[in-house]
């Protein structure tokens, strides 16, 4: 890597790197806690939304 490339010019590299990531550790979850359908998945990946009066 040459030192004098904005560190910028790698960022659409590092953000795939890091979806694909995410993406394999959301497998693993489903697999490992036998997650079936969204609303289970989505609870897992999601804080708690607070409620709206």
Known sequence: ???N???A???PTLTIA???LATE???YNVE???LHG???IYARTRPE???CA
């Open 32 to 34: 490992n806690k036998d």
């Open 38 to 40: 969204e609303p289970p």
């Open 49 to 51: 939304q607070p409620k």
């Open 9 to 11: 010019d790698f960022l």
């Open 25 to 27: 550790m959301t497998n």
């Open 5 to 7: 490339r904005p560190l």
């Open 18 to 20: 890091a979806k694909n």
């Open 1 to 3: 890597m040459k030192s």
